[in-house]
T-cell receptor
Framework: DTAVSQTPKYLVTQMGNDKSIKCEQNLGHDTMYWYKQDSKKFLKIMFS???????INETVPNRFSPKSPDKAHLNLHINSLELGDSAVYFCASSRRGSVDEQYFGPGTRLTVT | DQQVKQNSPSLSVQEGRISILNCDYT??????FLWYKKYPAEGPTFLISISSIKDKNEDGRFTVFLNKSAKHLSLHIVPSQPGDSAVYFCAARSKGGSEKLVFGKGTKLTVNP
């Protein structure tokens, strides 16, 4: 009965590869997010989708492409991985307009070697 | 540009005593503030929030205080319990209904039995 799930939990890959992280929520929420927590521990928003529509797109390299096949899923595809992409990536969801109740997934630790 | 600052990376208190976690912000457009709690290998979970029209919000053992003139908020946990040991993130939202949250770096709280 996991509310927000992410796969995989750990991802180790080499520079230049392309990888995807999947996120699913079973809460019936309309809005989903991707956050990045870097080595300095800052949790920064990358993207937000509402009902499959992109509503927040922070200054993120275009190597990162979110895809929302339906409102319960928000996947993150990363092309040409770089060392600096190593971080923990968190997916989250919330009801539309309820920024306070963001429910986070367990995170995906991406290591680029 | 750190708009939300948590200047204490760690805090250690004895069980039963009060824990006070501090957060400062620089953006006067922030109108809603939240605290999230994070255990290792898990995503952050929402703890408590406060609107800028209030100066205090209480929920059980947790109280958040907001001092707008000082651009400062604090989270009080009393009495502290060992299960409260976690990283606490302060977050803020701008006026205008944006879904975007800005997070601080977090403070690691350790409650000793």
């Amino acid at each position: 009965d996991t509310a927000v799930s992410q796969t995989p939990k750990y991802l180790v890959t080499q520079m230049g590869n392309d990888k995807s992280i999947k996120c699913e929520q079973n809460l019936g929420h309309d809005t989903m997010y991707w956050y990045k927590q870097d080595s300095k521990k800052f949790l920064k928003i990358m993207f937000s989708y509402n009902n499959k529509e992109l509503i927040i797109n922070e200054t993120v390299p275009n190597r990162f492409s979110p895809k929302s096949p339906d409102k319960a899923h928000l996947n993150l595809h990363i092309n040409s991985l770089e060392l600096g992409d190593s971080a923990v990536y968190f997916c989250a969801s919330s009801r539309r307009g309820s920024v306070d109740e963001q429910y986070f997934g367990p995170g995906t630790r991406l290591t680029v070697t | 540009d750190q708009q939300v600052k948590q200047n204490s990376p760690s805090l250690s208190v004895q069980e039963g005593r009060i824990s006070i976690l501090n957060c400062d912000y620089t953006n006067s457009m922030f109108d809603y503030f939240l605290w999230y709690k994070k255990y290792p290998a898990e995503g952050p979970t929402f703890l408590i929030s406060i609107s800028s029209i209030k100066d205090k919000n209480e929920d059980g053992r947790f109280t958040v205080f907001l001092n707008k003139s000082a651009k400062h908020l604090s989270l009080h946990i009393v009495p502290s319990q060992p299960g409260d040991s976690a990283v606490y993130f302060c977050a803020a939202r701008s006026k205008g209904g944006s879904e975007k949250l800005v997070f601080g770096k977090g403070t690691k709280l350790t409650v000793n039995p």
